[in-house]
C-alpha cells in the first residue's frame, strides 16, 4: 500500500521537475511565445465573458518587466512637464 503512495510522490515531483525545465527551455522560442500569448488570450477571454476580477492585471505591470523603458518615458515625462512650466 505504501508503496503506491511512494510511487505517486516520487513520479509527481520528478514530472514537476521536468515540466519546469521543459518550460525554462521553450519559453523564448518562437513557439514558447506563441503558446504564452495564446494561453493570455484565453485568460483574456474568459476574465471578460465571467467577470473575474482576479485575472486582472494592473495597468502598469509593465513598469516591473521593462524598467529601463518605464524609467526613460519617466525621464521624458518630467522634461515635457519642465518644458510646459517654462
Known amino acids: 500500500m505504501?508503496?503506491?503512495?511512494?510511487?505517486?510522490?516520487?513520479?509527481s515531483i520528478a514530472s514537476a521537475l521536468l515540466g519546469a525545465a521543459a518550460l525554462a527551455y521553450?519559453?523564448?522560442?518562437?513557439?514558447?511565445?506563441?503558446?504564452y500569448s495564446l494561453f493570455?488570450?484565453?485568460?483574456d477571454r474568459v476574465r471578460d465573458k465571467y467577470h473575474i476580477?482576479?485575472?486582472?492585471?494592473?495597468a502598469d505591470a509593465?513598469?516591473?518587466?521593462?524598467?529601463?523603458?518605464?524609467?526613460?518615458?519617466d525621464e521624458l515625462e518630467a522634461r515635457i512637464k519642465r518644458l510646459e512650466d517654462r
Open 62 to 73: 509593465w513598469r516591473s518587466q521593462e524598467p529601463e523603458i518605464a524609467a526613460k518615458i
Open 40 to 43: 493570455d488570450k484565453i485568460l
Open 2 to 11: 505504501f508503496d503506491n503512495i511512494y510511487f505517486w510522490i516520487f513520479s
Open 53 to 58: 476580477t482576479a485575472l486582472d492585471q494592473p
Open 26 to 35: 521553450i519559453k523564448d522560442t518562437k513557439l514558447g511565445i506563441w503558446g
